[in-house]
């Protein structure tokens, strides 16, 4: 009898950005990625504004993303510790005012998952994302909730929506159910979403997957440029992307130092 396959497990952490502090937050997590490329995978960075290279927001306490999909819960436990000894890891942290981590798994096969496109330019993603937190009612399945879902999927894709993540979380809040949606910059969400509600050929089925909600959240969010250097590193850019002062540097001597490695 084959082994059932393996669910994908993803870490999603939501942090705030300390006012002003951008160059320093994008260096370290430059260096995350350079890190962890081989068993870390960004899915997707985002926030309530749209973080640049070489863009220092002043706002403080602006709301921040970003979803990894991780190869197994024992390297998740073996990174977290080694990265903890990296003084850029603290300089990271310093440049995050609060911070929170969930810990995920996947509920569907993958199929109707899109990756997130490349972007445009450096300063040009192309596209937003449309977040939804949700919980079925006590009435609603699972199974039921995927076919409706497969169906919205299919509605929103005639305005050019794609999933890039559903999930559902097993700390923090236990069932909730998360998903990102690409959407296109020039696409009016509310304008798509109204059609759904409006129309007569959708309003009826539309209507009826909502009342299978118990509660839901939703939220437009702007990719961060954490995105880009995810692309431009595993494109093979080996030179620092994120430039800062040699005092703020990220170590020493500029050098990329790999989870398990140390500088001497």
């Given at each position: 009898m084959?082994?059932?396959?393996?669910?994908?497990?993803?870490?999603r952490?939501?942090?705030?950005?300390?006012?002003?502090?951008?160059?320093?937050?994008?260096?370290?997590?430059?260096?995350?990625?350079?890190?962890?490329?081989?068993?870390w995978?960004?899915?997707?960075?985002?926030?309530?504004?749209?973080?640049?290279?070489?863009?220092?927001?002043?706002?403080?306490?602006?709301?921040?993303?970003?979803?990894?999909?991780l190869?197994?819960?024992?390297?998740?436990?073996?990174?977290?510790?080694?990265?903890?000894?990296?003084?850029?890891?603290?300089?990271?942290?310093?440049?995050?005012?609060?911070?929170?981590?969930?810990?995920?798994?996947?509920?569907?096969?993958?199929?109707?998952?899109?990756?997130?496109?490349?972007?445009?330019?450096?300063?040009?993603?192309?596209?937003?994302?449309?977040?939804?937190?949700?919980?079925?009612?006590?009435?609603?399945?699972?199974?039921?909730?995927?076919?409706?879902?497969?169906?919205?999927?299919?509605?929103?894709?005639?305005?050019?929506?794609?999933?890039?993540?559903?999930?559902?979380?097993?700390?923090g809040?236990?069932?909730?159910?998360?998903?990102?949606?690409?959407?296109?910059e020039?696409?009016?969400i509310?304008?798509?979403?109204?059609?759904?509600?409006?129309?007569?050929?959708?309003?009826?089925r539309?209507?009826?997957?909502?009342?299978?909600?118990?509660?839901?959240?939703?939220?437009v969010?702007?990719?961060?440029?954490?995105?880009?250097?995810?692309?431009?590193?595993?494109?093979?850019?080996?030179?620092?992307?994120?430039?800062?002062?040699?005092?703020?540097?990220?170590?020493?001597?500029?050098?990329?130092?790999?989870?398990?490695?140390?500088l001497?």
């Amino acid at each position: 009898m084959p082994n059932a396959q393996s669910p994908s497990i993803y870490l999603r952490n939501r942090f705030t950005l300390q006012g002003a502090r951008n160059a320093e937050f994008l260096a370290g997590k430059e260096q995350l990625i350079r890190s962890t490329l081989s068993h870390w995978k960004l899915i997707a960075g985002c926030g309530e504004r749209a973080l640049r290279l070489q863009r220092n927001l002043p706002e403080p306490a602006l709301q921040m993303l970003h979803v990894w999909e991780l190869d197994s819960w024992s390297l998740l436990y073996d990174s977290m510790y080694e990265l903890s000894e990296a003084k850029w890891y603290r300089q990271l942290g310093d440049a995050v005012a609060s911070e929170n981590q969930e810990l995920l798994v996947n509920f569907t096969s993958g199929y109707g998952i899109s990756p997130r496109p490349l972007w445009r330019s450096d300063d040009s993603p192309g596209y937003r994302y449309l977040s939804e937190e949700l919980m079925l009612s006590r009435k609603t399945t699972m199974h039921a909730f995927l076919r409706e879902l497969n169906w919205l999927a299919a509605e929103l894709s005639r305005d050019g929506f794609a999933r890039t993540w559903c999930a559902r979380q097993i700390t923090g809040r236990p069932g909730l159910i998360c998903l990102l949606w690409q959407v296109p910059e020039h696409v009016d969400i509310e304008a798509s979403l109204d059609r759904l509600s409006d129309q007569r050929a959708s309003a009826a089925r539309y209507a009826r997957m909502m009342q299978g909600v118990g509660d839901l959240r939703r939220e437009v969010l702007q990719p961060m440029y954490t995105e880009r250097l995810d692309e431009r590193i595993r494109s093979g850019e080996a030179a620092r992307i994120v430039q800062l002062p040699e005092t703020n540097g990220v170590n020493p001597t500029g050098a990329v130092v790999p989870v398990g490695s140390t500088l001497s």
